[in-house]
Structure formats: structure tokens, C-alpha cells
């Protein structure tokens, strides 16, 4: 099963995808208890690249494609801005004491730590982020 | 996401329902800001009741992390309770379980909130 979406890199289109996630979901009937870690995944990515992906005046598009294939689910998120590997940013200390924690970085953690593999590349002028997580035991 | 407020003697329940995403931070953000500014009577503490908080994101991390540290200048305890799973995954991850006092209910965060600081 596979589904594709392309909205405008805008903050406001967040709950656009995330409905887009939540409709697969329910149409693939996987279980409720793993679609936090895609949920999450999809926020952190995007934001990353409305934040970080758009030179002055030019709004990239961005596109979402979900697949599921033997019980894995493949989240890919690609845009056409400039070159920009998220898997470069350095780890947050999350050992660091309350008054000295910073939160930048800690998305792209989070999607590192939940998801079973995650891949960039940088490929035909598009940024393409892949991650990957078992959502349900393969059918025997 | 919604978020209500209840007075107790010891503490502030800040009570947020629903998602706290990108989208909903920067509100909630304002609102406890509000909530930890607010002059007159301060409790003593600070209490997130999380029962209904369905999901967090890092932009959501954000607002607990400015909330512990606004608290702790302001010399008032601060905890978070009743975390559903999808939640307290997030919290541990990223290492806020270690930073901000989590409880498993109300009643156990309000137990250990210290006496008349205020």
C-alpha cells in the first residue's frame, strides 16, 4: 500500500499531513500504538525543513509519501531546497542538568531513537530523508 | 489542545487535553508564562497533569524544559504526572525524566510538593 501528498513548505500545512498519516492508518489498519512514532516523525521532519530549507522568496514544496510493505512502514519526506543532511546534526547531551539543557537537535534524536533505520540523500536537487520501523509481525 | 487551570492549596494543576504539537506550543507556552508571571497568592508549586496530553513533539519538550527552569528561579517546585505511554517514551528519550520530577498520578505529585514556600 503506498500514498503520496506534496503541500507548500508552510508551517500551517502540519495538520494537513498528520491527517494524511492518521488516514493511512486507519485504511492499513495498523495498530494504534505506533502511530505516535510516525506522528512524530513527520513534525520534526517538516518543521525542520520550513525552518531551515526555504531561501528568501522561494517556498519549496515538500512531498510525504508513506509505504507499507511486509508489515514495515517507509515515511519519505522530500523537498527541493538547498542541501541540508539532518542526520548531520550533532546529538543534544541529554544527560545535561535542567539549567543547562538546550532542546535544538532533540527532534531529529527523537526520529533516530524510534525509528528502525533512517537514510538521507541528497539526489536529483532534492533533499530525500527515508525512515523505516516495523509496524506490524509479518504475516507467515 | 485545551488547556484548564485548577487552584489547590499546594499547587497549580495545569491540566493541557489533546495534542501538544508545533501548532499548540507556542499558546501553551504563553499560558503558563502567565501562569508562572502572575502575581498575588503563588502556590508553591507547579503541577502538569498530563492524563489527557495524547502527544508531544520536540516543539512541546520545549515548553515543559522553559516552564522547569522559569519554576526553578522562581523558587517553586515543579512535576509532571499521569504521562500516557506515547508521552513518557518521548520524556525518556529525551532525557526529561532525568530533569523534570515525573509522577505516576496527582496524588503521588501532590504528595511530594514541599509545604508553604510560597
Known amino acids: ?140 | 489542545m485545551k488547556v484548564r487551570f485548577e487552584s489547590l492549596s499546594l499547587a497549580t494543576m495545569v491540566i493541557p487535553e489533546g495534542r501538544l504539537d508545533y501548532g499548540a506550543a507556542a499558546g501553551f507556552q504563553a499560558q503558563v508564562e502567565q501562569l508562572l508571571a502572575g502575581g498575588g497568592t503563588k502556590p508553591a508549586g507547579v503541577i502538569i497533569d498530563c492524563a489527557g496530553l495524547d502527544y508531544v513533539s520536540s516543539a512541546g519538550l520545549r515548553v515543559f524544559l522553559l516552564a522547569a527552569r522559569a519554576s526553578q528561579r522562581a523558587g517553586l517546585s515543579f512535576a509532571v504526572c499521569a504521562l500516557k505511554p506515547a508521552v513518557r517514551e518521548v520524556f525518556d528519550l529525551s532525557g526529561f525524566s532525568r530533569i523534570i520530577a515525573v509522577y505516576a498520578d496527582r496524588a503521588a505529585a501532590l504528595a511530594d510538593t514541599p509545604l508553604g514556600s510560597a
Not at chain 1, 533512517?118 to 507467515?140: D, F
Request: charged fraction near 20%; proline fraction near 7%.
Open chain 1, 1 to 140: 500500500m503506498k500514498r503520496h501528498t506534496s503541500v507548500p513548505s508552510d508551517a500551517a500545512q502540519l495538520c494537513i499531513l498528520t491527517r494524511f498519516l492518521q488516514e493511512f492508518w486507519w485504511a492499513a489498519d495498523l495498530p494504534p500504538a505506533e502511530t505516535v512514532t510516525f506522528e512524530l516523525a513527520l513534525e520534526e521532519i517538516f518543521m525542520n525543513v520550513v525552518m531551515h530549507g526555504s531561501p528568501a522568496g522561494q517556498a519549496p514544496r515538500i512531498d510525504v509519501s508513506l509505504a507499507l510493505c511486509d508489515g514495515c512502514l517507509t515515511l519519505m519526506i522530500e523537498d527541493d531546497g538547498p542541501s541540508f543532511d539532518p542526520l548531520s546534526l550533532a546529538a543534544p547531551d541529554v544527560t545535561a542538568s535542567l539549567e543547562e539543557r538546550r532542546v535544538g537537535g532533540l527532534g531529529v534524536y527523537l526520529v533516530r531513537q524510534m525509528m528502525d533505520a533512517v537514510s538521507y540523500q541528497r539526489l536529483g536537487g532534492r533533499n530525500q530523508l527515508s525512515m523505516t520501523k516495523r509496524v506490524r509481525e509479518p504475516i507467515p
